[in-house]
């Protein structure tokens, strides 16, 4: 009687034991699959959410310049003409603008910035900083480099300059955050230079009437943006 | 036998004359050449490399393995012998696989009197085979007021020697490296914004290369172009006679 019944648990234990060896990896690659789901979900979200303010049609077409890299390859910059619809709010332009930066070139190639980062925030301050706020892929999948670092910056700032003159300096944020570096060599402590303006002593602007000259400013700005650099 | 010792005796005060003549004309032109060379003697004695990354960071990683951090060393070690040859004291932020801070790398260059800074790097980016040194670009910072300058600008100051050092650098390496630019480039490297010293970052491209070995090769290059440009620097700089007070491009 007692050999036979340990015997039964003993089979007993031995399925038990195999069908959780089996079932395991099933459930653990389920779970695996679920997370990155909801990861390229939430980057979908967000780019949708961003995208929305993109394909604001209402917006006349204008020429944007935007700055990619050059076919060289030798880590310089070309600029590219892209038509979009902008809108003249600077901080609202200033998104839809690196927002097809980020989106890229048609050739891949030609990047500057990682395919899965995020542009979450934009503002500008009345001096004329702007303030970007990129999600963390920004910093964890751009190359690690001096040269590969500065040009995703000067990708930035040169399109910022070229489309939305408002902006004299930059400060780059990523998810919130104040950082050190971008991958471990560029400085992202300080505010990077924009327009050439910037670099002279900030001409004190009139604080109160900066909302009532943009929309006054505007049509003659986004005019002067593309022939600006011809 | 008296008089070949009187003829060996005149012999030898007519040439112990002769000598001392010729000494003491040839002896004003030595004085000349010898006694301004205190005053306009260098004063750049340290050279200070900075292997870049380190420890848990292994800075751009390649497909076949290579590690950033591990190349860097390889050629601190190589440069470290070029210019210890060439009479140079040498210091190194780290020989081992470790990562001290930024503002510790820094440090230890502003701790010399009459030092310069090299930062190594290999990229992940560019051009195979290809070498750049880097400058921080001239941000124009408004002067510090009173002697004291603020550690986050130390490299302010020492902007036009950094530019001196990179270009002589840089040309060197644009003779050995083709598709290098022929000067020096700007970018706001992390690590020399804290250096109070002419500093420079090195970059090589890149850890993407299909065999280790290609990179390999190009160290004793770039270490030889390193040590060239240092030399030829050496004359420019000229230590601060005023402490606090940082030394200009002579002209």
């Given at each position: 009687m007692s050999p036979k019944w340990r015997v039964r648990i003993l089979v007993g234990l031995l399925v038990a034991v195999l069908a959780a060896a089996i079932y395991f990896p099933i459930l653990k690659r389920r779970v695996k699959r679920q997370a990155q789901v909801q990861q390229t979900s939430e980057e979908q979200a967000r780019r949708e959410l961003v995208q929305s303010l993109n394909t604001n049609s209402n917006e006349p077409k204008v020429k944007a310049k935007l700055f990619w890299g050059s076919d060289?390859?030798?880590?310089t910059l070309a600029p590219t003409i892209v038509e979009l619809p902008l809108s003249n709010d600077p901080a609202l332009r200033a998104k839809q603008v690196l927002n097809t930066l980020l989106a890229g070139?048609?050739?891949?190639?030609?990047?500057?910035?990682?395919?899965?980062?995020?542009?979450?925030a934009f503002y500008i301050l009345p001096d004329g900083t702007a303030i970007a706020d990129f999600s963390e892929a920004m910093a964890n999948s751009v190359p690690s480099g001096v040269q590969s670092e500065q040009l995703a910056v000067d990708s930035i700032t040169k399109t910022l300059e070229a489309n939305v003159p408002q902006v004299r300096r930059l400060k780059i944020l990523i998810h919130g955050q104040e950082v050190e570096t971008l991958a471990g060599?560029?400085?992202?402590?300080g505010a990077f230079p924009v327009s050439?303006?910037?670099?002279?002593?900030?001409?004190?602007?009139?604080?109160?009437?900066a909302a009532l000259a943009a929309p006054a400013n505007a049509p003659a700005v986004s005019g002067a943006a593309t022939p600006q650099k011809k | 036998m008296t008089r070949l010792f009187r003829k060996t005796l005149l012999v030898l005060t007519v040439a112990a004359l002769t000598g001392s003549l010729v000494a003491r004309s040839q002896n004003p032109a030595q004085g000349s050449a010898q006694s301004p060379a205190p005053s306009t003697?260098?004063?750049?004695?340290i050279v200070v490399l900075d292997p870049a990354h380190g420890g848990t960071d292994p800075g751009a990683r390649g497909t076949?393995?290579?590690?950033e951090s591990d190349i860097v060393l390889d050629l601190a070690a190589q440069v470290k012998h070029g210019l210890e040859s060439q009479g140079f004291q040498v210091l190194q932020t780290?020989?081992?696989n470790e990562n001290p801070s930024f503002d510790d790398r820094s440090a230890l260059a502003n701790a010399q009197n009459g030092a310069i800074f090299l930062t190594l790097h290999v990229s992940?980016?560019?051009?195979?085979?290809t070498v750049r040194a880097y400058t921080m670009p001239d941000?124009?910072?408004?002067p510090g007021n009173g002697g004291l300058i603020p550690w986050d600008q130390a490299q302010a100051a020492y902007l036009p020697l950094s530019r001196k050092l990179g270009d002589a650098i840089q040309g060197e390496l644009a003779q050995r490296f083709k598709?290098?630019?022929p000067n020096v480039q700007t970018a706001f490297v992390r690590q020399l914004r804290?250096?109070?010293?002419p500093a420079i970052a090195i970059e090589i491209s890149?850890?993407?290369?299909?065999?280790k070995a290609d990179l390999d090769r190009m160290l004793p290059g770039v270490a030889d172009a390193i040590v060239r440009g240092v030399v030829a620097f050496r004359p420019s700089y000229v230590t601060p006679t005023v402490p606090g007070v940082p030394p200009g491009v002579k002209p």
């Amino acid at each position: 009687m007692s050999p036979k019944w340990r015997v039964r648990i003993l089979v007993g234990l031995l399925v038990a034991v195999l069908a959780a060896a089996i079932y395991f990896p099933i459930l653990k690659r389920r779970v695996k699959r679920q997370a990155q789901v909801q990861q390229t979900s939430e980057e979908q979200a967000r780019r949708e959410l961003v995208q929305s303010l993109n394909t604001n049609s209402n917006e006349p077409k204008v020429k944007a310049k935007l700055f990619w890299g050059s076919d060289a390859g030798d880590g310089t910059l070309a600029p590219t003409i892209v038509e979009l619809p902008l809108s003249n709010d600077p901080a609202l332009r200033a998104k839809q603008v690196l927002n097809t930066l980020l989106a890229g070139p048609v050739d891949a190639e030609l990047r500057t910035l990682p395919s899965d980062a995020a542009l979450l925030a934009f503002y500008i301050l009345p001096d004329g900083t702007a303030i970007a706020d990129f999600s963390e892929a920004m910093a964890n999948s751009v190359p690690s480099g001096v040269q590969s670092e500065q040009l995703a910056v000067d990708s930035i700032t040169k399109t910022l300059e070229a489309n939305v003159p408002q902006v004299r300096r930059l400060k780059i944020l990523i998810h919130g955050q104040e950082v050190e570096t971008l991958a471990g060599h560029l400085d992202l402590t300080g505010a990077f230079p924009v327009s050439a303006k910037a670099v002279a002593p900030v001409v004190a602007l009139p604080v109160a009437p900066a909302a009532l000259a943009a929309p006054a400013n505007a049509p003659a700005v986004s005019g002067a943006a593309t022939p600006q650099k011809k | 036998m008296t008089r070949l010792f009187r003829k060996t005796l005149l012999v030898l005060t007519v040439a112990a004359l002769t000598g001392s003549l010729v000494a003491r004309s040839q002896n004003p032109a030595q004085g000349s050449a010898q006694s301004p060379a205190p005053s306009t003697r260098s004063g750049l004695n340290i050279v200070v490399l900075d292997p870049a990354h380190g420890g848990t960071d292994p800075g751009a990683r390649g497909t076949g393995g290579v590690r950033e951090s591990d190349i860097v060393l390889d050629l601190a070690a190589q440069v470290k012998h070029g210019l210890e040859s060439q009479g140079f004291q040498v210091l190194q932020t780290r020989t081992a696989n470790e990562n001290p801070s930024f503002d510790d790398r820094s440090a230890l260059a502003n701790a010399q009197n009459g030092a310069i800074f090299l930062t190594l790097h290999v990229s992940s980016t560019g051009l195979s085979g290809t070498v750049r040194a880097y400058t921080m670009p001239d941000t124009t910072l408004p002067p510090g007021n009173g002697g004291l300058i603020p550690w986050d600008q130390a490299q302010a100051a020492y902007l036009p020697l950094s530019r001196k050092l990179g270009d002589a650098i840089q040309g060197e390496l644009a003779q050995r490296f083709k598709g290098s630019p022929p000067n020096v480039q700007t970018a706001f490297v992390r690590q020399l914004r804290t250096t109070a010293a002419p500093a420079i970052a090195i970059e090589i491209s890149s850890v993407s290369i299909q065999d280790k070995a290609d990179l390999d090769r190009m160290l004793p290059g770039v270490a030889d172009a390193i040590v060239r440009g240092v030399v030829a620097f050496r004359p420019s700089y000229v230590t601060p006679t005023v402490p606090g007070v940082p030394p200009g491009v002579k002209p």
